[in-house]
């Protein structure tokens, strides 16, 4: 392996009892099955690197995407963390309070904490943060502060005071998503935007030693870590002394790497692979994502999805429970509900259950719409003009190997009622550039949006317009009925009423047959058996290095 030298913790009862009390602090995901077995008695030891295989490399190791959450989240601090019941816990924030109206938040600051250009954590370091993210400095930070945030203030030193237009009573846990970790604001005022791109300063466990391009990105262990979450599972810095963070697209070979001891972990596990490798003794991890699911949204506004008995009928004609299942192998669960997940807080089975396997009621439909003919071909057609529908993805980037075979069951399945569907695979350097991301380009979409709330719905729909266009507005749907039901619900603060009013307009997404569910996104891991504490976080399911150490 490439590792370190790696020197064993003395037998004290001091060190004992330090690494009993990193195995027994709540916080850390439990293994899915596989790892190590009851009763391992490995001697724990200390330093040595991580040598990590993640499947996709992003543009920054800070930014909006989940990819680099998962990097920056090693790098920089948040001011909460999120337990496993979804509540926020105390990070660079040692306490918080919200006033009666609901329109001020106030947060105390942990004292002592430096980040590692040596410049001091405080209130207006936080406050300068947040209006780097609205003025652009991370676009979904914004997507969520928006329009709620009002202006950021210190108080003194160690108080921030977050002021916001309309109550927004779940700041503090969409506050822990990796989107909002605190850099230096002196960094961000006096570097390049290419180097806060590539080595973003804060104050977190590690720190970005190297990238090499295409290859991977070497973290080296903060020494000076005093700033750990609530959660964590031990104090002070990382036990190991790096993480190799390697780039390995090809899921075969990320496998292989872990089984040929290359690898100490790996990021996204086939599903072929999940029980064999657990059945090898390996420790298995899984996080079912909230917020938006994997799920196909129509193009509301032209093409064949325009009608909404159309939209049903493709819904109709999909067994999609008998696909996942069949393409998941027990890894990937069914998810029925196109607007949130299952492990989202105010999620609706009755939304997940709106359209069921019905190829009879899918014809019924597409006749009533006028798809009566039929082609040589077998397909529908109307006015001699074939149901075509266009269905771009992203390959390999949004939606992994077996979503792109879950995607090919869909094609398949819908053929047999009469659609033409024709998939179209698109590279993550063309979705950047944005190819498909126009009405006129696609009948339909694919892709998700993590979240720690149903609060996602607001980002997913709300109305664009000319002033304030939408792009995460897959479905081109502008509704002010359906945008003041998502307002209403993020400003109430009493939760059972909030997610009642939550649950209402995922119903009334699914009357609409706007958008319907496949599966929730994952986030899975596979770690070697001598590697101990690699946990998931409970925002976004990214692996957490900071605790984990090698036995010996």
Known sequence: MLRRTITRLAASAGALSMMAAIGACAGGAAPAGGGVAAGDTGEPLDGGTIVYGHQQEPECVFGGWIEQGYLSYQV??????????????????????????????????????????????????????????????????????????????????????????????????????????IQSAHALQTRSDEENCAAPIGSGAFVVEEWNRGQNILLVRNEEYTSWPANARHGGPAIVERVDWQFVPDPTTRTASLRSGET???????????????????????????????????????????????RQAFAYSLDREQIVETIGQGLIPYEGNGAVSQATPGYSQEAADAYSYDPARANTLLDEAGWSERDDAGYRARDGQRLHVVIPYGAGSIVNADGAA?????????????????????????????????????????????????????????????ERPNGSNSAFYNDPEL?????????????????????????????????????????TLAVAPDLRDVWQEHSQGGPVFHDAYFVG
């Open 264 to 310: 100490d972990a790996v990021y996204d596990v086939p599903a072929i692979e999940w029980e064999p490798l657990g059945d090898a003794g390996f420790e298995r991890l899984k996080f079912v994502t909230p917020g938006r699911p994997q799920q196909i949204s129509f193009t509301t506004t032209q093409g064949p999805f325009a009608d909404q008995g159309v």
């Open 76 to 181: 920089l601090d948040n001011l909460v963390s999120l337990n496993e019941d979804h509540e926020p816990v105390p990070w660079l924030a040692q306490a918080w309070e919200v006033s009666d109206d609901g329109l001020t938040w106030t947060f105390t600051l942990m004292d002592g904490v430096t980040f590692t250009d040596g410049t001091d954590l405080t209130a207006e370091a936080v406050a300068y943060n947040f209006d780097h993210w609205i003025d652009g400095g991370n676009s979904t930070a914004r997507a969520w502060l928006q329009p709620y945030f009002d202006a950021a203030e210190a108080v003194d030193e160690r108080t921030l005071r977050i002021h916001l237009s309309a109550p927004y009573p779940r700041l503090s846990a969409n506050l822990a998503q990796p989107y909002f970790g």
């Open 406 to 466: 879950i995607l090919q069951g869909v094609q398949q399945q819908a053929k047999a009622v009469g659609f033409d569907v024709e998939l179209v695979p698109v590279p993550r350097a063309a979705s950047l550039a944005g190819a498909y991301s126009t009405a006129e380009e696609r009948d339909a979409s694919v892709g998700y949006w993590t979240s720690v709330n149903a609060g996602i719905l607001w980002i997913n729909w709300r109305p664009s317009t000319e």
């Open 483 to 523: 945008a003041q039901l998502i307002l209403e619900a993020n400003s109430e603060a009493n939760r059972e009423r909030q997610h009642a009013l939550y649950r209402e307009a995922q119903q009334y997404i699914a009357d609409r047959a706007l958008s319907i569910g496949l599966y929730p996104r994952l986030s």
